[in-house]
């Protein structure tokens, strides 16, 4: 299934400010505006989005469904719930649970040396929590919007669809890659039988776009309160994916990335075993 990305410009006024007056919210309750949706206060421990498209009816149906199945408690964060979902003429209304914290991304550019090293920790330790999420209820589908059988959990494991997935994800780049990569193709090749011969894993909910705008943390930075936005690239899988993908997407477009992205590295391999390490190199390869 693709999420369609509707551009928040499309908010009717006059359909907003009827569904405002109906949910008791004002124009001063707005928290922030992003590229899909209006996010205002609702409440103390709520927030409400509103979307422009109706037809996200469907995604958002099957995001609160996602997030149903999921028992955050063993991992000590806390995710979003959907609470209710409404639909008023050409805009929907999404009540969801208020996630403490304030994004991680905000602070980064604020710390010196010793409190960077502490927010790479928070950050590292936090993405491997999402690992002791406890799923409900075995996954249908490794994908969590995928409305074809291809990422079906009935006939192929783990590794068998990311191999699958892989070579989808590099056909579709055509000549792009080999000619600008050198040896691509035998590369590829190996990467691609590490990932064949791999051993069962644990599955884990993969939010898939881990960064630290993602992560809300304490303001004195104390500790790692909740992970939000699942969505495109949520999966069910190895947690080490999700490992991989927050290394190369913290701090990534900053002046210093490449010796950010190395130190991170360096802490990341510090915390894990060894066969860990290795499944975090091949997805950073496949990345």
């Not at 999402?130 to 590794?159: C, R, V």
Request: glycine share 6%.
């Amino acid at each position: 299934m693709e999420i369609k990305r509707s551009d928040v410009t499309k908010i009717s006024g006059e359909h907003r400010s009827y569904l405002l007056e109906e949910l008791k919210v004002t124009s001063k309750d707005l928290l922030a505006v992003g590229t899909e949706a209006e996010v205002y206060c609702y409440g103390e421990s709520h927030v409400l989005k509103l979307y422009a498209d109706p037809s996200r009816l469907v995604t958002l149906k099957t995001l609160k469904a996602f997030y149903d199945s999921l028992d955050d408690t063993p991992s000590g964060l806390k995710l979003p719930r959907i609470v209710t979902i409404k639909e008023s003429g050409p805009l929907i209304a999404v009540i969801e649970s208020k996630v403490p914290g304030q994004p991680l991304e905000g602070l980064l550019g604020k710390l010196d040396r010793s409190n960077q090293e502490q927010a790479e920790e928070i950050y590292l330790k936090a993405v491997r929590a999402l690992a002791k999420i406890k799923i409900i209820a075995p996954p249908a589908k490794y994908m969590l919007f995928d409305e074809s059988e291809k990422s079906s959990t009935s006939n192929q494991t783990w590794p068998q669809f990311y191999e699958r997935l892989l070579v989808e994800k590099v056909h579709k780049t055509g000549e792009l890659l080999p000619n600008n990569v050198a040896d691509f193709r035998a590369k590829f090749e190996l990467l691609v039988e590490s990932i064949r011969t791999d051993t069962a894993v644990d599955i884990s909910a993969i939010h898939g776009d881990f960064y630290p705008g993602n992560l809300l943390v304490s303001a004195d930075l104390s500790r790692a309160e909740g992970v939000v936005d699942f969505g495109s690239f949520t999966l069910f899988g190895d947690n080490m994916l999700d490992v991989a993908s927050a290394i190369g997407f913290y701090r990534m477009y900053d002046p210093e990335r490449r010796a950010i992205r190395n130190a991170l590295l360096d802490r990341a391999e510090a915390m894990l075993p060894s066969l860990d390490n290795y499944r975090l190199y091949r997805y950073l390869a496949a990345h």
